[in-house]
């Protein structure tokens, strides 16, 4: 076989026949929906100290001083964290507020244009 | 002349990086002056060749040429202090491949295509690296854009990067991303590894997030247990190995902008295998076997076996791919931009 085109059109019969796999990976990915608690939960802040680390070869000290710095800024941070968490949190309650008004309008939309169901 | 680069993200192994050093050569081989600047840098990286965005300030004469792949703080300011700006899209991977891994590039995604929309308005001139990124960015702007191709210059393959007598061997090369879909090329390699049990996987790419990177491993360890290899940061030179070792390069990326190891494979003379999604068809063009949305990965792995078994398949495929890169000759291309600069600029 010497054509690209007859070799697709082979793997596609040859490929007919066979079983799919049970392997859980899907040829297009779905899109990702969203959850208003996915949303909830990244709104509120919990930064995780072993992300804070040196990326130089042989940073291990300055990993160490890094974290230090870290601990020894604990209350500052921490108040950083609360009044942006606050925030977060307000806008996503507030989207889910609007999400669930604009299913409810849908709702009465669709009542208005078919009555009868 | 003097022509200003500004990239979104600048990183040591990002292709939109080396594309900016590249021109960067060859601008001043033209004898053109300027610098480069990045909104943002990589964590571990370090360029004494860039500078930081907020330190450019472009003169009356200067042409700014913008490598957009994704939202940059202080572009606008840029674009509003210049009439003088050529938009180059690198493409930028749609949202909807990060919001459950990586919320916060999911977010430079997002507020990137609404920022692209804007700079393609009020830039002096636009193109794209592919006619996919061109019409994408005409769709978004409502203004004409011109394709101007990468800047694909191949180091030549060193003499110690053969062909190795041995278990086929089936390559892929991008950053491991959910859009570049390697799950499915693992998966894909698992059934074909049923015809040929001694058969090697070779994913070349640095992770997106270390949660994605220990998840393809998982599947790796899971679908095809030692079979596997992944490469990250690797030099040139054992790229190029990886590309003599090659039989196959197996691309089935959902979304592509150009993707350049494409090119990297014709090169090597690799045979291409690969999915028609984004710029990938216009890039292959008959160059490879392109699987189409109907397909699946019991077709990839046939498709694969077939290239793999059929030595007049692969001298074919090679013979295109090598054909196929006359289209992205670096001469041709490197004209095409200086045409659109010195337009610019005059």
Not at chain 1, 6 to 19: D, K, V
Not at chain 2, 70 to 92: F, K, P, Q
Not at chain 2, 99 to 121: F, I, K, N, Y
Request: proline share 5%; net charge negative.
């Amino acid at each position: 076989m010497k054509e690209p085109e007859e070799a697709l059109a082979a793997a596609r019969r040859a490929a007919a026949g066979t079983e799919q796999d049970d392997d859980g990976v899907s040829w297009t990915l779905e899109d990702p929906t969203l959850s208003s608690g996915q949303l909830m939960q990244w709104a509120i802040l919990a930064p995780d100290e072993a992300r804070v680390y040196s990326t130089r070869r042989m940073g291990k000290p300055i990993t160490l001083v890094k974290r230090a710095l870290v601990r020894m800024l604990r209350q500052y941070l921490n108040e950083v964290n609360a009044q942006q968490s606050r925030f977060n949190a307000l806008v996503a309650a507030h989207v889910m507020r609007l999400e669930q008004r604009v299913d409810e309008l849908e709702r009465r939309a669709a009542e208005q244009d078919h009555p009868s169901r | 002349m003097r022509v200003s680069q500004v990239l979104c993200a600048a990183g040591p192994v990002d292709a939109v990086t080396n594309q900016a050093f590249a021109w960067r050569r060859k601008f001043d081989g033209w004898g053109w002056s300027g610098a480069d600047y990045a909104a943002r840098l990589a964590p571990r990286f370090r360029s004494a060749e860039l500078k930081d965005l907020g330190e450019l300030a472009p003169a009356a004469d200067e042409v700014v040429l913008v490598h957009y792949s994704g939202y940059a703080a202080g572009l606008d300011r840029v674009a509003a202090s210049t009439e003088r700006m050529l938009l180059l899209s690198h493409n930028i991977t749609p949202s909807r491949y990060f919001w459950a891994t990586d919320p916060v590039t999911a977010g430079v995604c997002e507020l990137g295509r609404e920022q692209l929309a804007q700079l393609g308005m009020r830039a002096g001139a636009a193109a794209g690296v592919s006619e996919f990124n061109a019409r994408e960015l005409e769709a978004l702007s409502g203004r004409p854009a011109q394709a101007i191709p990468v800047l694909f210059e191949p180091a030549p393959i060193p003499r110690d990067a053969v062909a190795q007598d041995g278990p086929p061997a089936v390559l892929f090369v991008g950053r491991l991303a959910p859009h570049k879909r390697q799950d499915l090329v693992i998966a894909a390699f698992a059934r074909y590894r049923r015809t040929a049990p001694g058969a090697q996987l070779t994913l070349v790419g640095s992770p997106a997030t270390e949660e994605f990177g220990a998840w393809l491993r998982e599947l790796a360890d899971r679908l095809a247990p030692g079979a596997v290899r992944f490469e990250t940061e690797i030099s040139g030179a054992r790229l190029a190995s990886h590309y003599a070792w090659a039989d196959v390069f197996l691309c089935l990326s959902e979304h592509e902008g150009f993707c350049i190891p494409l090119l990297e494979a014709f090169h090597s003379g690799v045979p291409v295998l690969a999915r028609g999604a984004g710029a990938i068809t216009e890039v292959v063009g008959d160059a490879g076997i392109v699987l189409g949305a109907g397909d699946d990965a019991a077709t990839a792995a046939e498709a694969v076996r077939l290239v793999v078994e059929d030595g007049e398949l692969r001298a074919e495929l090679r013979a295109r791919g090598a054909r196929r890169l006359e289209h992205y000759d670096a001469g041709r291309a490197a004209e095409q931009l200086r045409a659109a600069i010195t337009e610019l600029a005059a």
